[in-house]
Structures are given as structure tokens and as C-alpha cells.
């Protein structure tokens, strides 16, 4: 039987987003009971834990919702009988991106938060964590949910899917945010939009697009071509040209520019670090802005300033998520699941970035109608197979593994820049990889 409250513990509970999903839960709160929400974080977090915290009091308080806001460093409390279980963590926090994001640049390859090696340093890091509160959950809440909005999100959810026994779904903000920006651009509502969406995380297509029932592929390709009309605020939006997009026939994620104008993008990369600095280092000056922010007694309410980072739409992604799952809804959410034979020229037990139909049991991918051009096959194909190897390498703390994983990856330029970045990023990121001590 449906319970008639919920248990929610969202491990990073001090990130600057928090607001984000605290004004999810209260929007929603008539079909998704959240009573107690248990906000988590570590020793290192605990200040930031204490203002967001304070902050999502005040906000639950003036809106009046019957919700209960614990914040805790004890993960385990939060952990034990929870039905859902959200993972927001940066182990290493911006220090670390900010590295991820310089280090490539030292062998003229491309660094960022998620895509290419800045992305699999990240996952170095993270993967260990995520599995030490996936052992916490089957242990405590094995029947709980685990919705992993941590980065890098496909590899993350990989992880999980071959080396843990929970429920889990991987989730990112751009499928949510894409339909939002098409609706904007035909002037319709983002209900109207239905989209085939298909690839990894961050390594995404729309092979389909219906506005109001029809096909609007083209239209969008038109409109979209040569603006960067259908960006995010973290990733430079060069535009992509017309007839390029029109015979690639689909219409491709913001990141995929790494990979389609990589020259334009590295050196845009090169010149930030010089001048305004990486994406990191705008994002640390933008949350000691946010956080002066949420220090207010008087702010009660998610500010606008949280716009200007690049997950922005998240916790309507999540609520929407547990809101189905906990009802039964049985509707069509973009999701990182297993596999399963859904892109058949991918292994079965890898993750992948598809529309799925959630119920009471979780999200299970739908068949894709569209034959996958070769265009979009070849290259999911080999990142995938460089996340299979990244996933290996985190795991087992393989040297070798990581090596070969970087040495295909598209935006890595050599063997030889793949065996210097491995060992720049384990020399830098001692504290946070034991599994390679
Ligand atoms: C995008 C991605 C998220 C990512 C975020 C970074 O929207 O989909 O996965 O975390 O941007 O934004 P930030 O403001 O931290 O650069």
C-alpha cells in the first residue's frame, strides 16, 4: 500500500541548488507527501549545510507545507528508511573542477566538468563515494530509491548499475531544459513538445520532435542553427550550421560541440583560463554571491541569481521523477537507466540516456523508432566504450585501464597525452583517490 508520507535524505545538502528542489517539494507537496527530508553533507560542508538549511526552513515555513527539514552530517540517520535517496555531491568540491577543467589544457585537450578528461577525473573521484552510499542503502534502505544527479551522471549511474543492488536512476537538468527552450521557440507549452531523445548523458540527440502532434524536427534545426538558441550557461554556444545540421538529422546536445568544433572550443577554453577563468572559478565567485544571498533572515524564497548556473530546472527534473514513481504515473521521463538491449549496438549492462515509462517500479526505456544514423552511432560507440573502461579504472584503481580509457576518447590527442593527463590527475587528486594508493 502507498504510504502517505515520505522519506527523503539528499546527500550534498549544502550545494547552492538545494533551494532549487526545496521549492519542488513545496510545489508539489499536495501529490508527493514529503514529511521528513533529511539534508546531508560532510564535516567540510557543514557551514554552507547550516545556511541552505536555515534557508529551506524559512521557505517550507512560509509556504506553510507540513514538511520536516533535519540537517545532519550523519549520512547513515539520514540514509535508514528513506524512499528516496538523492545524490548531489563535488567530492573535492570546486578546487577540484577547477583543476579538472586546467590540467587537459597543459596537452592541448579539452577539460571540462563532464566531457573528456575533466569529466573522467571527476568520475575517478565520485564513483568510490557513490558506491560506499549505495553499500549504505542496501543495508538501510533497500528498497529506497537512488536518484543520482552527480556528475558525471551516465558514468555515475554505470557504476551503480554493475556494482551495486539498489534501485537507481541517473537524471540530468538538459532534457527537461530542451524542452523548455523548444516550447519557448515555437511558442507553445513544454507539454506540447514530445521529443525522441537518445544517446549518453551529455552525449545526446532529439532523432524526433513533435510540436502539438506534428513533426517539427526541421523547424527546430532551422531555427537553431548558427544561434546557440538551445544552450546552457556553462557551455559556450557556438553555433552549429545549417546544412550540418541538417544531414546529421537530429538535433544535438549543447556538449556535443566539444566534439563537432573542438578547435573553436579549446581555444576558447584556453583564453578564459587566462583571462575571466574557468568555469569553476565563475561558479565559486557566483556561489559566494548565492550564499551571501541565502544568508538573508528576510530571503524566504529560491533567489533569481540561481538561474545563472548550469543545472537550473533540476529539481523540477527530480521532483517530477519521484512524483511519478510515487504515484504510479506511468508517463514518459528522458532518464539514465541500464541498457538492456534498447541501443542494440551497445552491451547490455552500460547506461544510457533515453525516454523511459516510470511507474511504481522505476523507469524502463521504451523502444527508440529511429534507426541510429551512423553519425550518431559511431560516436556513442566509442565514448561509451571509454566510460566502460573509466568505470573499470575507478573501480579497481586500474592505471592501465584509465590509460586506454583517455587514449580513445575523442578529445585526448594521444596515447602519450593520455598516460601524462592519468598521471597528472592521480598526483593532483591524492586525497581523493585511495583506490589508486
Ligand atoms: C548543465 C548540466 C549539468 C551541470 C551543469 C553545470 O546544465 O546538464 O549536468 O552540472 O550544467 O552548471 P554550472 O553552473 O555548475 O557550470
Avoid at 191 to 216: I, K, P, Y
Avoid at 281 to 293: D, S
Avoid at 360 to 387: C, D, F, N, S, W
Wanted: one cysteine or more; glycine letters at 8%.
Amino acid at each position: 500500500m502507498k504510504k502517505d508520507s515520505l522519506k527523503v535524505a539528499v546527500i550534498g545538502g549544502g550545494s547552492s541548488y538545494t533551494p532549487e528542489l526545496i521549492e519542488g517539494f513545496i510545489q508539489r507537496y499536495p501529490a508527493l507527501p514529503v514529511r521528513d527530508l533529511y539534508l546531508v553533507d560532510i564535516e567540510a560542508g557543514r557551514e554552507k549545510l547550516e545556511i541552505v538549511g536555515a534557508l529551506a526552513k524559512r521557505m517550507v515555513e512560509k509556504a506553510g507545507v507540513p514538511i520536516r527539514v533535519h540537517l545532519t552530517l550523519d549520512r547513515r540517520e539520514a540514509i535508514r528508511g528513506a524512499d528516496f535517496v538523492t545524490t548531489q555531491i563535488r567530492v573535492g568540491l570546486l578546487a577540484a573542477r577547477a583543476r579538472d577543467e586546467r590540467i587537459p589544457l597543459r596537452y592541448g585537450c579539452i577539460g571540462q566538468e563532464t566531457t573528456g578528461a575533466g569529466g573522467f577525473a571527476k568520475a575517478l573521484r565520485t564513483i568510490p563515494v557513490i558506491l560506499d552510499i549505495c553499500r549504505d542503502m542496501e543495508e538501510l534502505a533497500p528498497d529506497a530509491f537512488l536518484l543520482n544527479f552527480t556528475n558525471p551522471a551516465g558514468l555515475v549511474t554505470e557504476a551503480v548499475i554493475k556494482h551495486a543492488n539498489i534501485r537507481s536512476i541517473g537524471l540530468c537538468n538538459l532534457p527537461i531544459g530542451t524542452r523548455m527552450q523548444v516550447a519557448q521557440m515555437a511558442g507553445v507549452h513544454p507539454s506540447d513538445v514530445e521529443m525522441e531523445w537518445v544517446g549518453l548523458n551529455h552525449l545526446n540527440w532529439v532523432t524526433q520532435l513533435r510540436v502539438q502532434g506534428e513533426d517539427a524536427l526541421d523547424v527546430i534545426l532551422d531555427k537553431a542553427a548558427g544561434t546557440g538558441a538551445l544552450g546552457v550557461k556553462n557551455v559556450p554556444d557556438f553555433g552549429l550550421d545549417h546544412d550540418f545540421l541538417r544531414t546529421l538529422g537530429a538535433l544535438p546536445c549543447s556538449y556535443l560541440r566539444y566534439y563537432y568544433m573542438p578547435d573553436q572550443m579549446l581555444n576558447e577554453a584556453q583564453e578564459a583560463a587566462q583571462t575571466k577563468g574557468t568555469r569553476a572559478e565563475v561558479v565559486q565567485a557566483l556561489e559566494r554571491e548565492l550564499f551571501a544571498l541565502y544568508k538573508d533572515p528576510n530571503l524566504a524564497v529560491k533567489p533569481p541569481q540561481l538561474a545563472e548556473r548550469g543545472g537550473a530546472y533540476y529539481s523540477l527534473a527530480a521532483v517530477h521523477l519521484m512524483d511519478s514513481i510515487y504515484n504510479n504515473r506511468k508517463d514518459i521521463q528522458t532518464v539514465n537507466v541500464r541498457n538492456g538491449g534498447v541501443l542494440s549496438f551497445l552491451p547490455d549492462d552500460v547506461s544510457i540516456e533515453v525516454n523511459c515509462v516510470i511507474d511504481a517500479q522505476g523507469a524502463h526505456p521504451v523502444h527508440v523508432e529511429t534507426p541510429i544514423p551512423p553519425q550518431l552511432r559511431g560516436l556513442i560507440q566509442v565514448v561509451k566504450a571509454y566510460e566502460e573502461l573509466t568505470v573499470e579504472a575507478a573501480v579497481k584503481g586500474d592505471v592501465g585501464a584509465a590509460v586506454q580509457a583517455l587514449t580513445i576518447h575523442p578529445l585526448v590527442t594521444s596515447a602519450q597525452a593520455a598516460r601524462s593527463l592519468v598521471a597528472d590527475i592521480i598526483a593532483e587528486n591524492r586525497a581523493y583517490l585511495p583506490q589508486f594508493a
